[in-house]
C-alpha cells in the first residue's frame, strides 16, 4: 500500500494515520508520515513485513511512541525499513522500537550533516537495538534526491568518522551490503581496514563515502587493499578512499587474490604511479574491470582558465585512475566478453 504525496501536511498525516488503523493484514506500507496510534497499531499486527516513511521534520519524533508504551512483541514481521529523509535524533527514537524484531534491512536517507558525535549516536543506537545477527543490509546515506549542505573546511574534524565510532558496527557479523556516507566521510587506516574486513566477511557491496564534497585524508594505503582480498571473498562493489601515493612491493609467494571484485571507486584517493599501482591492485583482484573517481558522479564541465586548484587536482587524479583502469587485466577480459 501506498500513500502520500511528499507534501507536510498535518491534515493528510491524520487521514492516512486513520485510515491505517483499518488495515489488519498488511505486509507493506509506503507512506510519508503517521502518528502515534497508527504506529502503535502497525507495532502488533503480525504481518508487517515492510515499512517506508518520509520523517521530514525534527519536531516529528514527538510523534513517535515510546517503546514502553508497545505490547510485546512489537513489529513481530519487520524485516526491512527505509527512512526517505529524516535526520539522526528520530532514527535513534525509531530504533528503540525495533528492539523486539529480527531486522533483515535498513536504509535511511539523511537531510543535514551529522557530527561525529550525532553519527556515533546513531551507531550505538543501531548496536543497542538491531539483531546482530539477522542484519545484512545497511545504508546509512544522504537522502534520495538532496544535496546535503557541506560543512566548513574548518570543522571537518567534528564530522569525520573514525576507526571508534566505525567500530561500533562491528558487531553486525551477517552484514554483506553496507553504505554509508557521513558528511566528510571517514579517518580509516590499514588496521582499521583489518578489522573492518574480519568483521564483514560476508560482504558484496561496501561502499564508505561522503555525503558532500568535503572528503577527510584517508590513513588507508594501498596496503589496506589486502584486507578485503583476504577477508571479503564475496565483494564485488567497493568504494573507499585511500592514499595511493606509495606502492607496496608485490611478493607473489604470498599475495592472497580475490576474484569476485568487478568495481573499485576511489573518489579522491592520492595516486602518483597509474602503472605501479595497476600493477598492485591487479595481483590482488584480477577480475577487476571498473574504477570510478568523484568526477563519475558530478557533472564535470570543461577545465578553464579559472578553474581552481582543487578541481584541477581532481580532474589530475581521476584522470591517473581511468589510466590504472585502462591497464587492468580484468578490463581486457569484461571488454571481450
Request: hydrophobic share 45%; charged share 20%; aromatic share 8%.
Amino acid at each position: 500500500m501506498y500513500a502520500g504525496n511528499w507534501q507536510d501536511n498535518s491534515s493528510l498525516c491524520r487521514t492516512v494515520s486513520k485510515n491505517v488503523l483499518d488495515l489488519q493484514r498488511i505486509e507493506e506500507l509506503v507512506v510519508d508520515e503517521l502518528d502515534r496510534v497508527a504506529i502503535e497499531h502497525l507495532s502488533q499486527l503480525s504481518t508487517l513485513k515492510y515499512l517506508r516513511l518520509a520523517t521530514p521534520h525534527l519536531q516529528h519524533s514527538l510523534l513517535l511512541p515510546h517503546s514502553s508504551s508497545l505490547v510485546d512483541p512489537a513489529f513481530p514481521a519487520l524485516r526491512a525499513v527505509d527512512f526517505d529523509e529524516t535526520t539522526v535524533d528520530i532514527v535513534i527514537h525509531f530504533l528503540e522500537l525495533l528492539s523486539k524484531c529480527g531486522l533483515i534491512r535498513l536504509c535511511v536517507g539523511i537531510m543535514v550533516p551529522a557530527t561525529t558525535f550525532a553519527t556515533g549516536q546513531l551507531y550505538s543506537s543501531l548496536r543497542s537495538h538491531l539483531s546482530h545477527s539477522a542484519l545484512q543490509t545497511l545504508r546509512v546515506d544522504v537522502a534520495e534526491n538532496h544535496e546535503m549542505f557541506t560543512p566548513p573546511a574548518t570543522m571537518i574534524a567534528h564530522y569525520v568518522i573514525n576507526r571508534d565510532v566505525l567500530a561500533t558496527l562491528f558487531c553486525f557479523t551477517n552484514l554483506t551490503e553496507v553504505s554509508l556516507s557521513p558528511p566528510v566521510g571517514f579517518d580509516i587506516d590499514d588496521a582499521t581496514a583489518w578489522d573492518l574486513a574480519r568483521a564483514w566477511p560476508r560482504l558484496t557491496s561496501l561502499y564508505l563515502g561522503t555525503a558532500t564534497e568535503l572528503q577527510y585524508p584517508s590513513s588507508m594505503t594501498l596496503g589496506g587493499l589486502r584486507a578485503f582480498a583476504t577477508h571479503c571473498k564475496d565483494l564485488n562493489n567497493l568504494v573507499i578512499a585511500f592514499n595511493a601515493s606509495t606502492v607496496p612491493p608485490i611478493d607473489n609467494s604470498s599475495i592472497i587474490s580475490q576474484s569476485s571484485l568487478i568495481l573499485l571507486d576511489t573518489n579522491k584517493s592520492p595516486i602518483n604511479d597509474p602503472v605501479a599501482v595497476a600493477r598492485f591492485i591487479s595481483a590482488l583482484f584480477p577480475n577487476l574491470a571498473i574504477i570510478h573517481t568523484y568526477l563519475d558522479w558530478i557533472i564535470e564541465q570543461p577545465a578553464g582558465e579559472d578553474e581552481d586548484d582543487e578541481a584541477a587536482q581532481a580532474r589530475l587524479l581521476s584522470a591517473r585512475w581511468k589510466e590504472v583502469e585502462s591497464k587492468l587485466p580484468g578490463k581486457q577480459k569484461w571488454f571481450f566478453v
